[in-house]
């Protein structure tokens, strides 16, 4: 998964999925990403950034995803949500609104559910993201996940990610689960295709082990 | 976003020298050339995401040692310092214990994700949410530009807008939780660029529209919150915080009730009523303070202390429901209180 | 007309104002455009790859065969997305003059201003009826803008829920410079359903009879005479209680509301089934799946045809090199697709079948599969595995394509390819608070018809997903424009309000099973029908709450405080 090169990645390819092309076009918006020589490295561990002015170009940075440390060439003004999207391929995190009201871009930041939308990944200095390609371990889907396939919790799917986020975390942090609890952690996602009823029943169920 | 430089501060002298402008001012006459500050960053991106502010560079002060320190003292009362982030207050015993309206503010202002991202310092110092002047298609008047188009009587959409006070400017503050710290007397610390320190009530923290147009508090371009004091609560304190928002999930506020009362038995001896979303600041009202001092808390009082404080309110083409709302729930309120 | 409303002792005679709302799919309208060769490939966001493919290849003039859409996921269409846009075009040229595949995607604003919405409605209703109950006369006149485009109509439901002898229309398209409307989920009749409904709510008090036994005498459909009788049950509308008559601050009020959707068909639905001869079973086609479970429900149907387990087939749609799928709208995309796919698995069934009785000498009529083994009738020793049985192939793989034919009765409606009447019956109940005007909404019941249910969680699924954007309809969205400037002033998603996880109501289904055997699943769509009664349901517990009724929505705060005078 971790991604060794990634330059290699930016290179010119035939036959552009949308994926790989996504990624490459963020890259592009970024800036010239590829020529900037002058790369500074912001260590999640070495290197205690402050007292420092960073950019406004890019420069390469190291951050931890999912346990990771991945390195990626990024500006301030990139978006954590930009960063995992289009910098590292962990398309996953959604973008719906782009201004942190509907949580489809989720992420823990320290175990914490925030909108990654809403930050710059310079923001994330030596704190660890995790994402929704993180919640699964070992390849065995997380009890939520097996709950939200065997209860049809997703519509169109495109805020499942976000859900699965806030739903995985009120799980592994809470005893005596109840469905106001759910609710509760919900509260910022926004489901558009109305399929909040069968999340809910899948959270519960995942909470009891019942699946 | 526009292009812009990181400096990540190291501590709030080192800020201080960094910055050149607020916000607020960035707003009403953009520079392009501003270096403002960054905690939680919800407000100032959104800011930026809109191209309204286009900051050359952007001071962080998320990471300042000693800004994120939360304390309670039954003495000399709460210290929470200006990065600590309301999922932080939110679970502190302490404020559940000792300041009920604030724990209620906090819970139910905006979603789990922003609380974990929010700091109280940026709550507080955000700017209104009026859909005109978070528009880059109306120059209003807090852009410096020449009308407001919210009380326009025929064309205005300001259904979610002011009541009282609203002679120039009609927005109502957004953050909620002022309405809760204004309730129980709390103070705001701020430093200055020549490290002097200062500490204003939060009565005198906001500054109307009719004020300055440009700003909705006093902070200045080379100033920094610190901290927000609470005085300590007496045995005899009581509190209650009721919230109304078209959308309970989350949502700004259509109405806001904080009341803080020092009790004896069944009456209030001593009375704090702080409105939101009434006016384009957390508004106290001092109408409905007297009325209910010294009186029996009760259905009949509550509601003379609720009327009484919207005497005042001059509603606009479409919020006029807001009457009957703050009525109800400042009656409510008061009463959860008894 | 003017005979009808003659022969009426009672009319109701009013004007109903519904709001204009717009789609905000959580993935935003967008393409990427890929020209670099001979083909032009389109990856795109949306529900009907064919009709993006004929777009395209009509703006550039193109053969269709040198065009290509895929769409593997899509994140929200609900009506909007059937066409290329101009983002599509735009995305195309720029990929023609770069020499580099281009990504067009709109931000939210962008997305609330030009990516549709549905039509505002002003609905004037004028119903008559006899002291009997008889419908005399149903008059309904309509204004609605669809901004720049046409389609404000508010629907036939007014025309055909209720037989009446006398029945006038007029439906006025206003223009307007504001962002064109799109189909929305059952366009027209949401509209439609929360005037009349109403109305028959009122005339069924000044009738003195209860509004669902009102609505049996009435409604002649058969399917919502069972609906009503299992709903009424479950929800328990005998507890229903004189409007305004709940005593206390918060006052709770049940309604219903009753709506209907024709089983529509589209014919350009065709299926590839593939038996390749390593065992693997393809699906192949160019319908999409919207969010409702289309691929679920094709290898459903292919694995029950083949005796096979779902997990035994791939499912490859949303790509218009496959055979051609129908447009994921009007419900359509159920009762049209997967008639083929039976069909075509059947037909790829027969040829393997027929393989396997040449190995053992018999007939292939004799031959079934079950459970992943190819059995005999006749002979209960012979026994093969299904993979086996692909290897006796000459060839690599059997390929059949079928298409959706005509139905075996043909199409009842004379004016589309659609026949009969999907009904549906909702009941709501709500909590009005008196003091602050806030409604909502604690229950509803939805009780729905489809034919034969398929996938019984992706129904439910479908109908909550239609009934919380009816609650949504009913108390909360609706594009703010200033009329100063013309602006939408809400263009993003905390403003534009929408019900979240503490909107949400306690939601309880009823499926009907109503099969017609009219093709060979018996299966349509849900996605409309879900939609249409709720906001009328809503609007008539509202009423039933407090006393006064409500002919505008969005039902807020304000309209409530208004309607019970509490307002200056």
């Not at chain 1, 509260?187 to 959270?203: I, S, W």
């Not at chain 2, 009434?278 to 009186?295: F, G, H, L, T, W």
């Not at chain 3, 959706?404 to 909590?431: H, I, K, M, N």
Request: charged letters at 20%; glycine letters at 8%.
């Amino acid at each position: 998964m971790e991604d060794k090169n990634q330059d290699s990645k930016f290179k010119p390819t035939k036959g552009l999925s949308r994926r790989s092309f996504i990624r490459g076009a963020g890259l592009s918006t970024a800036g010239s990403v590829l020529l900037t020589t002058n790369a500074f490295a912001l260590d999640y561990r070495e290197h205690r950034s402050a007292g420092e002015e960073f950019g406004p170009d890019a420069m390469t940075i190291k951050m931890k995803v999912n346990g990771l440390v991945k390195s990626l060439s990024v500006e301030p003004r990139t978006t954590l949500a930009s960063a995992l999207r289009d910098h590292l391929e962990l398309t996953g995190t959604k973008v719906g609104c782009d201004r942190g009201s509907c949580s489809a871009c989720t992420v823990y930041l320290d175990g914490k559910p925030v909108n990654s939308c809403m930050m710059s990944v310079f923001d994330v200095a030596d704190k660890e993201i995790t994402t929704i390609e993180g919640i699964a371990k070992n390849g065995e889907l997380h009890p939520v996940q097996k709950a939200f396939i065997e209860h049809d919790a997703s519509q169109c799917g495109y805020c499942t990610p976000g859900m699965i986020m806030s739903c995985v975390h009120v799980v592994d942090n809470s005893t005596d689960l109840n469905l106001e609890d759910v609710k509760n952690a919900t509260r910022g996602n926004l489901c558009r295709c109305g399929t909040h009823p069968h999340v809910f029943k899948a959270t519960l169920a995942a909470a009891k082990k019942t699946i | 976003m526009n292009k812009f430089s990181w400096y990540e501060a190291k501590s709030v002298e080192d800020a201080l020298e960094q910055v050149n402008s607020t916000v607020s001012e960035e707003l009403y006459q953009a520079t392009d050339k501003a270096a403002v500050f960054k905690s939680g960053g919800i407000d100032v991106f959104d800011w930026v995401k809109e191209g309204l502010l286009k900051p050359q560079k952007i001071v962080n002060i998320r990471n300042i040692p000693d800004l994120d320190k939360i304390s309670y003292d039954p003495k000399k009362g709460m210290s929470i310092g200006s990065n600590v982030t309301l999922a932080e207050i939110a679970s502190n015993p302490e404020t559940k214990n000792h300041y009920w309206a604030l724990h209620q503010a906090v819970n139910h202002a905006a979603t789990p994700q922003l609380r974990n991202m929010s700091t109280l310092g940026g709550n507080i110092a955000q700017r209104n949410r009026c859909w005109y002047f978070r528009s880059a298609d109306h120059d209003c008047f807090r852009k410096g530009g020449a009308r407001c188009f919210a009380r326009q009587s025929e064309t205005g959409e300001n259904e979610n807008h002011a009541i009282i006070d609203n002679g120039s400017c009609v927005s109502v503050h957004a953050s909620s939780i002022a309405t809760a710290l204004m309730a129980f007397n709390a103070s705001v610390v701020i430093i200055n660029g020549k490290g002097e320190k200062k500490e204003v009530t939060m009565d005198d923290f906001f500054v109307t529209a009719g004020k300055d147009i440009a700003m909705e508090n006093i902070l200045q371009a080379k100033e920094i919150i610190t901290e927000i004091i609470l005085p300590a609560p007496t045995k005899n304190t009581k509190s209650a915080y009721i919230k109304q928002v078209a959308r309970e999930s989350y949502d700004w506020s259509l109405g806001d009730v904080a009341v803080v009362f020092e009790v004896s038995g069944n009456t209030c001896r001593s009375a704090s009523i702080v409105l939101g979303a009434a006016a384009p600041v957390p508004y106290r009202s001092m109408e409905a303070q007297q009325a209910i001092e010294n009186k029996t808390i009760n259905s009949e009082n509550a509601f003379a202390a609720a009327e009484a404080a919207m005497k005042i309110a001059r509603p606009l083409a479409k919020n006029g429901y807001k009457v009957p709302l703050f009525i109800a729930t400042l009656k409510q309120a008061i009463l959860e209180i008894s | 007309m003017e005979e009808g409303f003659k022969e009426a002792d009672v009319v109701v005679e009013r004007t109903y104002r519904t709001q204009v709302q717009t789609h905000m799919p959580l993935e935003t309208h967008g393409v990427v455009v890929d020209w670099n060769s001979d083909v032009m490939m389109i990856y795109a966001s949306t529900q009907n790859t064919n009709a993006v493919r004929n777009e395209m290849a009509s703006v550039f003039n193109l053969p269709k065969s040198k065009v290509r859409v895929v769409c593997d996921f899509m994140g929200g269409g609900f009506g909007a997305k059937h066409s290329a846009g101009s983002f599509g075009p735009m995305a195309a040229n720029l990929a023609k003059k770069s020499g580099r595949p281009v990504w067009l995607m709109m931000d939210r604003k962008e997305e609330h201003h030009s990516e549709g919405n549905r039509p505002n409605s002003i609905q004037y209703l004028k119903i008559g009826a006899k002291k009997d109950g008889t419908l005399t006369g149903i008059q309904q006149r309509s204004h609605g803008t669809a901004g720049v485009a046409l389609g404000a109509g508010v629907g036939r439901i007014a025309q055909i829920l209720y037989p009446c002898p006398n029945f006038a229309t007029e439906q006025y398209d206003v223009l307007t410079n504001a962002g064109p409307g799109a189909a929305w989920r059952a366009p027209g009749n949401v509209q439609g359903a929360f005037g009349l409904e109403q109305a028959i709510d009122e005339l069924a008090e000044k009738l003195n009879v209860d509004p669902l036994s009102y609505r049996n005498q009435i409604d002649k459909s058969e399917v919502r005479k069972v609906e009503r009788q299992r709903g009424a049950k479950l929800f328990d509308w005998s507890r229903r209680q004189p409007a305004g008559s709940d005593k206390g601050i918060v006052k709770k009020g049940l309604g219903i509301g009753q709506s209907t959707w024709p089983r529509f068909v589209t014919l350009d639905s065709s299926v590839e089934v593939k038996i390749h001869n390593d065992g693997g079973v393809e699906i192949r086609s160019g319908v999409q799946d919207i969010g409702t479970g289309t691929k679920t429900i094709l290898a459903q149907v292919v694995a029950e045809e083949l005796g096979l387990q779902v997990k035994d087939i791939t499912v490859n749609i949303g790509d218009t090199f496959f055979p051609v799928g129908p447009g994921s709208g009007g419900s359509v995309v159920t009762g049209s697709i997967t008639p083929p796919t039976r069909n075509a698995a059947f037909e790829a069934k027969n040829a393997l079948l027929k393989l396997v009785a040449k190995e053992w000498k018999t007939d292939s009529s004799e031959l079934f599969i079950e459970n992943g083994q190819v059995s005999s009738k006749k002979d209960a020793g012979l026994k093969m595995p299904f993979k086996e049985a692909t290897k006796l192939m000459q060839t690599s793989q059997i390929s059949k394509i079928a298409s959706r034919s005509d139905d075996y009765g043909g199409f009842q409606q004379p004016w589309g390819l659609a026949y009969g009447d999907l009904g549906s019956v909702q009941f709501a109940e709500v909590s009005v608070n008196t003091e602050t005007g806030f409604v909502k909404v604690d229950k509803i019941v939805a009780a729905h018809s489809c034919g034969r249910p398929l996938n019984i969680g992706q129904l439910e699924s479908q109908i909550n997903g239609g009934v919380i954007q009816g609650v949504s309809y009913a108390l909360y969205e609706n594009r703010v424009m200033d009329k100063g400037t013309g602006h939408m002033m809400n263009a993003n998603v905390d403003q534009y309000k929408v019900p979240f996880s503490m909107e949400i109501p306690e939601i309880e289904t009823i499926i009907v099973e109503e099969y017609s055997a009219l093709s060979s699943t018996d299966a349509y769509g849900i996605g409309e029908p879900a939609n249409i009664a709720t906001a009328a349901a809503i609007a008539n517990a509202v009423y039933n709450a407090i006393g006064v009724r409500l002919y505008e929505i969005p039902i807020t705060p304000s309209s409530i405080l208004k309607a019970l005078n509490k307002v200056s």
